[in-house]
């Protein structure tokens, strides 16, 4: 390590340090649940640990764990949004950074970069500088740093809740609070705001994938409305926090105006990436700003789950048999009748081998044909041979349902029109046959694809259009030799008429 980048972590460590221990803890503890998630950090997290002595635990449980690997493998990964983390002696923590050599307290350094550049990129500012450029901003951010539970210091703080009364009269009124809390949308906090109805709220939103959202009071005349988006669940927070951040500002506007133009230092601030406030706008406007954010979010959730609920609706459409899709577009109401096959369009002799017993089955249920489900398959392919012997529609659909499952490989073609494959590949490209849809195999390591077609359309061709066609390749094949002939003898000519040079 050089010795400029030594004295540079001395500065950010002597910057940390002027901070008194419960303001450094919180720091920390902010920074920590940051990285939750972060798999890159997993390492430097486990290490930081141990050297500061912090312990994690999921939100409102009594176990914690020494690492945050530890905690993540056994509850951490089932809900990420629910770690904390705490320090397990926050009276030893400016000693044990004082004692750390600069090699391990760089991974101090490291951790407040990542949840600061979190943060950065969450709000839309410039990113942080790196190198010792870094370091030199770290040493005077770090000194003048604050914690989340800084910026809500309070002021002339109201009259706090008082625990007197009987047990069960105080129970009955903190329910009632949560309670009006949990219907609302958001709670209105006051100090001593007791832990069972924070609790309470607290477990309603994650239960409704709400943002905790609560108002703190500051002084007589201004609020701070917060909100901690950790309740919702990670799955659905990421593409909704996005939406959140882009729309709140224009909702905030007014409120931060109307404190503003009565003298009030207002303004929206992300402390971290899951939390926002709206601080020092005036008391009366709290309660409908904090309204008004129950909707957004409202919306915002609900567009959501349809989006997500429409992606995985086709997800499950893509999933269904194709033949499945198809005999449910032809039986549904509204839909053109299937024109009628000629008597050429027949099965193939092997047809049923072709076909599940579940096919025939559905086949025969959406004619409302009385074979039961469960009969033997022998007995569904009896029941469909008679039932298109002498029902032409349902034999149109028969062909239209399961045209995949009867169409024509290039070998059986070549059989059914009497043609070469060099006439089977030519009339292919020029579009006279079709196809349906290219199957593939495997040969030599090699995904290998092969274009099947629609019987209809085979079986339909006569022999008449087929000679047609010979007929025409004939002509075409004359008329290039010819054009061949007519050029070679234009060439042959312009030599014979060129001088020949003489010495």
């Not at 770290?138 to 009259?159: D, G, I, T, Y």
């Not at 709140?248 to 133009?261: G, I």
Request: hydrophobic fraction near 40%; aromatic fraction near 8%; glycine fraction near 4%.
């Amino acid at each position: 390590m050089k010795a400029e980048t030594k004295a540079l972590l001395e500065q950010c460590r002597t910057a940390l340090l002027q901070q008194d221990n419960q303001r450094i803890a919180a720091l920390l503890t902010e920074w920590f649940e940051e990285m939750i998630g972060e798999a890159e950090m997993d390492e430097e997290l486990d290490d930081l640990c141990l050297l500061l002595n912090y312990r994690v635990q999921s939100w409102g449980a009594h176990t914690s764990y020494a690492t945050y690997t530890s905690w993540w493998e056994v509850e951490g990964y089932l809900d990420p949004s629910e770690g904390t983390f705490f320090c397990a002696n926050v009276a030893s923590l400016h000693q044990r950074l004082l004692d750390m050599p600069l090699k391990q307290f760089d991974l101090v350094i490291e951790l407040a970069y990542q949840a600061r550049s979190r943060v950065a990129e969450l709000e839309g500012t410039s990113s942080l500088p790196t190198g010792q450029t870094l370091l030199r901003e770290m040493a005077v951010w770090l000194a003048s740093a604050l914690p989340e539970s800084a910026h809500l210091e309070q002021r002339a703080l109201p009259p706090t809740y008082s625990p007197l009364g009987s047990q069960e009269e105080r129970r009955r009124r903190e329910q009632e609070w949560a309670t009006q809390a949990c219907h609302q949308g958001y709670l209105v906090m006051v100090p001593n705001t007791p832990q069972s109805v924070t609790d309470t709220f607290r477990h309603w939103c994650k239960e409704h994938a709400h943002p905790y959202l609560w108002i703190q009071p500051c002084g007589t005349h201004q609020a701070t409305l917060l909100a901690q988006t950790k309740t919702v669940v990670i799955r659905e927070v990421d593409a909704m926090l996005t939406r959140f951040r882009e729309q709140l500002p224009q909702l905030c506007a007014p409120y931060l105006t109307q404190a503003q133009a009565q003298g009030y230092q207002a303004n929206l601030t992300w402390l971290s990436r899951r939390q926002v406030a709206l601080e020092g706008i005036v008391k009366e406007d709290a309660e409908k700003a904090a309204q008004e954010v129950v909707v957004l979010w409202a919306g915002i959730l609900a567009e959501e789950r349809q989006r997500s609920a429409e992606q995985e609706a086709l997800r499950l459409a893509a999933l269904e048999p194709m033949w499945k899709r198809e005999l449910k577009r032809v039986r549904e109401p509204g839909q053109p009748e299937l024109p009628l096959l000629p008597e050429e369009v027949i099965l193939p002799a092997e047809w049923e081998t072709l076909l599940t017993r579940d096919q025939l089955s559905a086949f025969l249920a959406s004619l409302e044909s009385p074979a039961r489900s469960h009969a033997l398959k022998a007995l569904l392919v009896q029941y469909v041979g008679e039932r298109l012997k002498t029902d032409r529609a349902a034999r149109a659909q028969f062909f239209e349902v399961f045209r995949r499952e009867l169409a024509v490989a290039p070998w059986e073609l070549e059989a059914l029109l009497e043609c070469t494959p060099t006439e089977r590949k030519r009339w292919t490209e020029e579009g006279k046959l079709p196809v349906l849809e290219q199957h593939s195999f495997r040969k030599a390591g090699y995904r290998m694809e092969y274009p099947v077609f629609d019987r209809r359309v085979i079986l339909s061709l006569s022999r008449t259009e087929r000679d047609r066609w010979r007929a025409e390749h004939q002509a075409l094949v004359k008329e290039h030799r010819k054009a061949g002939a007519r050029a070679a003898a234009s060439r042959r000519k312009g030599l014979s008429s060129t001088p020949v040079a003489t010495s």
